[in-house]
């Protein structure tokens, strides 16, 4: 994903939640200064060209599909999905977190050895500030969803999940798939349903763009909005 295909997607979402773009920037700049000159982590080493990546979301599905991650080539999971799949006895390749949640797991796995694709947005400095000095930051790959400034980098994707399959994506998946994700989970609230949908949105048009369909949208293409890229 390039950045000038994703910019008129991003500009969007940010019209769709009221986002302010230099909020996006200045996170993404601190993200940059808080790493200063240290080494980060180049996803090509995840050996993705190729591989079956599960993305594994953190929806009330993902103990009963664990499994589908087992069968993958690479796991991804997405925030508390890591957790999760611990508990169940299944390792993870890569966490994709923007630190809201469980930003301790995040530097255990980075300790140990496990990356970390941290994200910058407008309103999580803070946390960037708190929680990326105790990473490792050789494992730690810095994103953002505005334009990318090095070391920060933008593989496409706006919610944890579907960030995770850009990436995938950007370094040549062979085939995705998605076990613990619920788009029509009753329990969140109405900010999280708004992103949901975002994330339905963004994975259709990941799908068309590789050419494959994703098992998790299927009954649902019907109802998804198109994304507007130009």
Same mark, same amino acid.
Request: with cysteine; aromatic share 8%.
């Given at each position: 994903?390039?950045?000038?295909?994703?910019? *008129?997607?991003?500009?969007?979402?940010?019209?769709?939640?009221?986002?302010?773009?230099?909020?996006?920037?200045?996170?993404?700049?601190?993200?940059?200064?808080?790493?200063?000159?240290?080494?980060?982590?180049?996803?090509?080493?995840?050996?993705?060209?190729?591989?079956?990546?599960?993305?594994?979301?953190?929806?009330?599905?993902?103990?009963?599909? +664990?499994?589908?991650?087992?069968?993958?080539?690479?796991?991804?999971? +997405?925030?508390?999905?890591?957790?999760?799949?611990?508990?169940?006895?299944?390792?993870?390749?890569?966490?994709?977190?923007?630190?809201? &949640?469980? +930003? @301790?797991?995040?530097?255990?796995?980075?300790?140990?050895?496990?990356?970390? !694709?941290?994200?910058?947005?407008?309103?999580?400095?803070?946390?960037?500030?708190?929680?990326?000095?105790?990473?490792?930051?050789?494992?730690?790959?810095?994103?953002?969803?505005?334009?990318?400034? *090095?070391?920060?980098?933008?593989?496409?994707?706006?919610?944890?999940?579907?960030?995770?399959?850009?990436?995938?994506?950007?370094?040549?998946?062979?085939?995705?798939?998605?076990?613990?994700?619920?788009?029509?989970?009753?329990?969140?609230?109405?900010? &999280?349903?708004?992103?949901?949908?975002?994330?339905?949105?963004?994975?259709?048009?990941?799908?068309?763009?590789?050419?494959?369909?994703?098992? !998790?949208?299927?009954?649902?293409?019907? @109802?998804?909005?198109? !994304?507007?890229?130009?």
């Amino acid at each position: 994903m390039e950045f000038h295909t994703w910019e *008129p997607v991003y500009e969007d979402i940010l019209d769709d939640f009221g986002y302010p773009r230099d909020g996006d920037e200045r996170a993404r700049d601190r993200f940059g200064d808080l790493l200063g000159d240290d080494s980060t982590y180049d996803p090509a080493r995840l050996g993705l060209d190729g591989a079956t990546v599960a993305v594994a979301g953190a929806g009330p599905s993902l103990e009963a599909e +664990a499994d589908r991650a087992v069968d993958a080539d690479v796991v991804f999971a +997405a925030s508390t999905a890591a957790d999760r799949l611990k508990t169940e006895g299944v390792a993870i390749d890569c966490m994709i977190t923007d630190l809201d &949640k469980n +930003a @301790d797991t995040g530097r255990e796995l980075t300790a140990d050895g496990t990356p970390v !694709v941290a994200h910058a947005h407008g309103d999580n400095i803070p946390a960037l500030e708190t929680h990326i000095p105790a990473y490792d930051s050789e494992f730690v790959v810095p994103t953002t969803q505005a334009a990318p400034a *090095p070391p920060v980098h933008n593989y496409g994707g706006f919610t944890d999940g579907d960030r995770a399959a850009f990436l995938a994506d950007h370094f040549g998946a062979a085939s995705l798939v998605f076990p613990g994700w619920d788009f029509d989970d009753p329990s969140v609230t109405a900010e &999280k349903r708004q992103k949901l949908r975002w994330a339905e949105r963004l994975l259709h048009w990941l799908e068309q763009r590789r050419g494959e369909r994703f098992d !998790v949208l299927d009954g649902r293409r019907d @109802d998804i909005e198109p !994304v507007a890229t130009d």
